[in-house]
């Protein structure tokens, strides 16, 4: 077990350690120098963003054009009917904030309240239904071009949303 002392002189110490083989981290770990010129944060004001339309309403995209972001935050208002779809390299995280409805994964009615969160990997078609207001975490952030519906999927059989086991 380790001492406080050790825990202590570790959490003090300037050394950089490496994270475990075959984990890929998005920011440089030697780098700990603060720059006036490039801080290593950034902060939106969601409610502050311009709304766009997308095809599950209406959303305020935080980060999306930061071009190194590992992911984007979005403030998502679930509109009507919203349009199924799934994305082939993006996982998204949803967390539930006002509202309740179920969210489609996958053709599974998955009943959702506030302070639900799901993951949503890449893949899986979904959709949310009913009145509600969530937080979208897309990893990596949101890409235009990797958003797929159903009449597109249809036409590709090889789409890891829809293969379908013969048996």
Do not use: W
């Amino acid at each position: 077990m380790e001492s406080r002392r050790h825990r202590i002189h570790s959490l003090r110490s300037n050394q950089v350690r490496s994270p475990p083989a075959g984990v890929l981290l998005p920011f440089n770990l030697t780098d700990r120098t603060p720059t006036m010129s490039q801080p290593r944060y950034h902060k939106v004001q969601l409610d502050d963003l311009p709304e766009i339309e997308c095809c599950c309403g209406t959303t305020r995209r935080g980060f999306a054009d930061l071009p190194d972001a590992p992911a984007s935050i979005h403030l998502l208002k679930v509109k009507d009917e919203p349009t199924s779809h799934y994305h082939q390299k993006t996982a998204e995280i949803y967390l539930i904030l006002e509202g309740e409805g179920v969210l489609e994964l996958d053709g599974e009615m998955v009943p959702v309240k506030p302070m639900s969160s799901i993951l949503i990997q890449p893949g899986c078609r979904h959709r949310a239904v009913g009145q509600m207001t969530l937080v979208n975490i897309p990893v990596p952030k949101h890409d235009d071009k990797d958003f797929f519906y159903e009449e597109e999927a249809n036409k590709n059989e090889s789409s890891p949303a829809l293969q379908v086991d013969p048996t």
